[in-house]
Structures are given as structure tokens and as C-alpha cells.
């Protein structure tokens, strides 16, 4: 079923007109649907930004080296960047200078539902 077919099914009308919409609802409709095929289309995943660029304000980000990824989080009393998570850590705390590109991690989950397996 089309994407603007479901949204008018969920509004309990049929979409050929057996029980018309009022006024600009079914535009409105078509504007949803062409609006979540937009979000759906669009890029989600920011770039890789410049060390530079990284919050230094205790944010825990993702970060790149040119041969490794881990998430870190700058330390202001060593000015060097702890790392709190990486790819080959073994749990020691690591203190990174030599980061070349970060980016945000994403949000936490909303729900508290357990995983599926």
C-alpha cells in the first residue's frame, strides 16, 4: 500500500472518495506522504568534521584517527582527548592526541523495551 493510501487509511477514509475528506485534508495528506519520502530519501548521518571542530565541554563524541574509531571525551586537566570506547581498547584508560575527525554520537534510545532477538 502506497504511503498516502496508508495515511488515508488511518483517518478511516478511502482514498477513491466513498467517504469524502473535508476541506485540505487530503492535500495535507499528500504533503505528509511527499514530506516522509523527503526524510526518507535525505542523508542522515552528518560528515566527519575537523578535530578542530569538537566540542571540548565534556560532550562524548566519535572519533577518527586515519586508522581507528572510538568515542571520546576531551579532558580539560590534561588537555588531551580520554578515550572512552574503542575498537582494540582493553579497557586501561587511553588518552588520545593525534585525532584527525569527529562526530556526534547519536541520541539514546526513547523506549526502555527490551531488544528483540
Not at 502506497?2 to 476541506?23: A, E, I, T, Y
Not at 495528506?29 to 542522515?44: Q, V
Not at 581498547?89 to 528483540?116: S, Y
Amino acid at each position: 500500500m502506497s504511503l498516502p493510501n496508508r495515511l488515508f487509511s488511518l483517518v478511516g477514509k478511502d482514498m477513491v472518495g466513498s467517504q469524502p475528506l473535508p476541506d485540505g485534508v487530503s492535500a495535507l495528506l499528500y504533503e505528509a506522504a511527499d514530506h516522509i519520502n523527503e526524510l526518507r530519501a535525505a542523508k542522515t548521518w552528518p560528515d566527519w568534521q575537523p578535530i578542530e571542530s569538537a566540542p571540548k565541554d565534556g560532550t562524548t563524541i566519535l572519533a577518527w584517527d586515519g586508522d581507528l574509531q572510538a568515542v571520546v571525551r576531551w579532558c580539560s586537566c590534561k588537555q588531551e582527548w580520554l578515550v572512552l570506547r574503542a575498537d582494540d581498547n582493553d579497557g586501561e584508560a587511553i588518552f588520545w592526541e593525534k585525532l584527525t575527525h569527529w562526530l556526534p554520537l547519536p541520541p539514546r534510545p526513547t523506549t526502555t523495551e527490551e531488544p528483540k532477538t
